[in-house]
């Protein structure tokens, strides 16, 4: 599916709207979870003297990381974030997906399965019994899936964490009556357009930038490392020609590079099938990958850690 694709007309923001400042009903905003660590959250409320901007032209009725309110709906926009991990996801997205006007799937959880979704090459009963004292305590599926498998999806933020500034353009996008400007292009575009030297060229470091949509700034080579994919593959994007030059180059086994596709969007096609062929997932991120556990952390550490290296590095609202 298309990173940003409009789907039905479900009628005009605001239309459930129930609290009116200066007579305009207000579009009523829910922000809820399935299976995710928060981080995606976390970047809304980082959005800190936007976030009071937005609260004059949204509502919002459900957002339990940051507000005691409740709602069960209906919403005018509703941002979802995590994959459908145990059977009550399922209930609950077809629940949410009815009381939704315009529904947004937030972060690679969400958007691809997440790295839960590395699960769904292994043995699932085996590994919640290595895991767990008490498997049979532990309702969960066999399989991390991405929202859009199980109901219809609005709109899709990449990213883990998503990007401020996609968010920021996708709520101004919704106020206004537009569509969101959000690029499907690959994060050598980016890398191009700031002159950022290519780690891969220059250090031979592995990158995925070329088949990964971007909306993060480059922020991974900008910083000296290689791109491991973490806002999903970009729209006919060739993962399975750059599995075959990765192993041509004579650098890394099949195992190796199936490692390199297995992060945050591994489940998302065609890096799903890439994996597949590579013969799965096993021992999948043993290294590291790209080297992003060290460098970054992962899901919510990672929010802030990347929230730290935006103001580190002086990036604006545009990601410049
Ligand atoms: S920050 Fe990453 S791991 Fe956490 S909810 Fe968002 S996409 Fe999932
Ligand atoms: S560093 Fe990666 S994203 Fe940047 S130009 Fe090189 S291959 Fe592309
Ligand atoms: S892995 Fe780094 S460079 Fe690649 S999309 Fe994610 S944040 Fe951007």
Known sequence: MAAMAQKADR???GEHGHAARGGTPR????VVKLASCDGCQLTILDLEDHLLELSEHFEIVDFPEASSA???GPYDVLFVEGSVSTPDHLRRIGELRKQARVLVTIGACATSGGIQALRNWADHDAYRAAVYPTPEYV???ARSTPISEHVSVDFELRGCPISPEQLIELLTALVTG???QLRDEAVCMECKRRGIVCVMSAQGIACLGQVTQTGCGAICPRMGRGCYGCFGPREQANAAGLARWFQASGERSAEEVGQLFAGFTAYAEPF???ITDLGGTRGARRSGGGGFIAAGGTGAGRASYLAGTRRMEGIDDDGR
């Open 178 to 180: 537009r569509r969101p």
């Open 139 to 141: 309702e969960s599926l």
């Open 70 to 72: 409740r709602s069960n």
């Open 11 to 13: 009628g005009r923001p």
């Open 272 to 274: 799903r099938s890439a």
């Open 27 to 30: 579009p009523r905003v829910g």
